[in-house]
């Protein structure tokens, strides 16, 4: 009598204590539902939760990272676009942020933008043989091929 | 007895909230990496990468000269590099150079070039009216690529030049059942039968591109 009331008693503890966790909690619940979602690469699930905890403010700049990687991993390149601007606009001297911006502008053929990006990450690292590779490259995919070659007369220590 | 059991289920209380709040201990990697491009690695562009690139965009700013340059300098360095090779031809090509060109691609064995510089190659014979040379190359590529109507109508126009008449129809007749309203290839077709001396039917091509 004494064990089951006690397996009894376990039970409804166990489950009173998710209930009110997922009551006090929900947001934290959302998230890591949609966090196992990211996990498991079903995106298409998990961008409608990242976007709602998005919407009630919940770990902004969290959210935002696996919202844009979220819409770049589905192939959505404006979503992802979208997404890593307004993570951009929370962490504004994330060198790995922007630089994934300017590359995903260069992959949706935005290369104006591209260039925009690279150019200003040049003025705080002059010396990134990386960044004026890839300012190079939107340059010339833009069409701005002078300005491309003087990009890579710099990279290869030669007067432009 | 009594301390246990409420030990035990504190315990258990506290394994749930743990179950619900634990993070996904794959997804613990903050998603937003360094771009590979941006890491320590890739900070390293070798420079024949970077000559490389530089070599094409003063092609396509057509400034030949100094492109070919660069591509002698790329080459110099790394002469492994046959696709640079293939694609210093087409610089010269557009530079007029068309023997160059064509004994750089003729230096290259056919599984090292693409199949653009395989169809350079082949335009160039045409060029220089080397026929045989040119049509195993046009017939390689329509052998992978059948839907491709601009290299057969060069194969087909090439062959009646080189007054392989027959099989320049055959391909003719390959062109208009796949774009029987094309004007100017029906009008080529009557008049390589012309030439063969098939006058009735040339002039019943002639006569459906006037409607």
């Known amino acids: 009598m004494r064990i089951s009331t006690a397996i009894i008693s376990i039970i409804v ?17 959302l998230y890591r539902k949609a966090e196992r979602f990211f996990e498991q690469k079903t995106y298409s699930k998990a961008i409608p939760l990242f976007d709602g905890l998005l ?39 994330n060198r ?8 995903l502008y260069d992959r949706k053929g935005d290369h104006v933008r591209a260039v925009s990006i690279y150019s200003s990450l040049l003025k705080t690292e002059p010396s990134s043989r990386s960044i004026r590779i890839r300012l190079a490259r939107s340059l010339a995919a833009a069409g701005d091929f002078d300005g491309a070659i ?11 | 007895m009594k301390h246990k059991l409420f030990l035990l289920l504190t315990l258990i209380a506290c394994i ?22 941006a890491t320590g690695k890739a900070e390293e562009v070798p420079d024949w990468v970077a000559r490389w690139e530089l070599a094409r965009a003063l092609s396509y700013a057509k400034r030949y000269d100094e492109s070919v340059a ?31 060109a064509a004994s750089i691609l003729e230096s290259l064995e056919t599984r090292q070039t693409d199949n653009e510089s395989r169809l350079l190659l082949a335009d160039l014979y045409v060029a220089r009216k080397a026929y045989k040379k040119a049509q195993p190359l046009y017939r390689a590529y329509l052998e992978k690529h059948p839907g491709n109507h601009a290299v057969r109508l060069k194969l087909a126009e090439m062959l009646s030049w080189d007054k392989q008449y027959e ?42 591109t006037l409607k």
């Open chain 2, 167 to 208: 099989a320049s129809l055959k391909e003719y007749r390959q062109l208009l059942a796949a774009l029987p309203d094309d004007i100017q290839i029906r009008r080529k077709y009557a008049l390589v039968l012309m030439w063969t001396k098939k006058y009735d039917e040339a002039a019943a091509e002639l006569k459906k």
């Open chain 1, 96 to 103: 790995a942020i922007r630089l994934k911006l300017g590359e």
């Open chain 1, 150 to 160: 003087a990009q890579y007369r710099v990279i290869l220590g030669e007067n432009p």
């Open chain 2, 16 to 37: 749930s909230v743990f179950h619900f709040a634990a993070p996904c201990r794959s997804c613990a990697q903050k998603p937003v990496q360094e771009p590979s491009a």
């Open chain 2, 70 to 100: 660069e591509y002698k300098k790329l080459l110099s360095e790394r002469p492994d590099l046959l696709k640079a090779k293939a694609e210093m031809a087409k610089v010269l090509f557009w530079q007029g150079k068309n023997q160059e």
């Open chain 1, 13 to 29: 503890i166990s489950l009173l204590t998710t209930a009110a966790y997922r009551y006090f909690h929900e947001d934290w619940v």
């Open chain 1, 55 to 93: 919407g009630k403010g919940f770990k902004e700049t969290r959210v935002l990272s696996y919202l844009s990687e979220s819409h770049e991993r589905s192939g959505d390149l404006t979503g992802a676009i979208e997404a890593f601007k307004r993570l951009a606009g929370k962490v504004p001297d």
